[in-house]
């Protein structure tokens, strides 16, 4: 079957496998994982907010490129994150995705597909990991959210763990000059109305972050 005919929306729990743990363990807690070491100053609030027990679904504020790795790098779990489909058009990006256990999203609407997935991560000892802004925004306002993040936490019957992240967008070249904190909130109740899951991740991004949560006029 040629790349272009895959659906990398489409995976089954033994996608989820432990060579990709490693491989993702290698990428975020070793590589990406010694830059935040040296180059930053990472600060990580909340950790015993991170459901033990449960099954939840991942979901932080996204500033920077760095942030998938940031939360890999300091969540004790694999993660396995919804990219943006246009990512893999391209061949390498393809194939670190692929091997960190990403999957395709279509950020415009979800997918039979994308739930199919999510309830198959469901299965296995990782957790969805997602950024309800679908894609990086400003950093000091919470704006442009899409509310499918909310149906699929009801759909999977997993509690959300919002993540508040700061700092990230501000990259350095000089050792210890960066500063990023990270601060896990308490898990938000999945809940039949989505709106108001939607609302109640942002106000606690808000909380943790300091950000303005400016809801949609529409």
């Not at 760095?66 to 489909?85: E, G, N, T, W």
């Not at 415009?108 to 739930?115: A, H």
């Not at 198959?120 to 509310?147: C, H, M, Y």
Request: aromatic letters at 12%; a positive charge.
């Amino acid at each position: 079957m040629s790349k272009s005919k895959i659906n990398y929306a489409r995976r089954t729990a033994k996608y989820f496998n432990f060579w990709r743990r490693i491989f993702q363990n290698i990428v975020c807690k070793f590589w990406y994982g010694l830059q935040f070491k040296i180059m930053y100053k990472v600060k990580v609030e909340g950790k015993e907010n991170i459901p033990q027990d449960s099954k939840y679904i991942v979901c932080g504020n996204h500033l920077s490129s760095l942030d998938p790795f940031l939360l890999c790098f300091i969540l004790p779990r694999p993660v396995a994150f919804m990219a943006k489909k246009e990512l893999f058009e391209k061949r390498f990006v393809r194939w670190m995705l692929d091997w960190q256990g990403a999957f395709a999203v279509d950020r415009d609407k979800v997918e039979v597909s994308t739930i199919k997935t999510a309830l198959e991560v469901n299965n296995t000892n990782w957790v969805l990991g997602l950024f309800p802004q679908g894609t990086r925004a400003k950093s000091g306002t919470i704006e442009d959210l899409r509310r499918g993040f909310a149906g699929i936490a009801k759909t999977t019957k997993c509690d959300i763990l919002p993540i508040g992240i700061v700092g990230s967008e501000n990259k350095t070249m000089c050792p210890f000059k960066g500063n990023i904190t990270v601060k896990i909130g308490q898990a938000i109740p999945y809940s039949e109305n989505l709106d108001e899951v939607m609302t109640q991740w942002a106000l606690a991004i808000q909380d943790l972050t300091g950000f303005k949560y400016i809801p949609s006029s529409v």
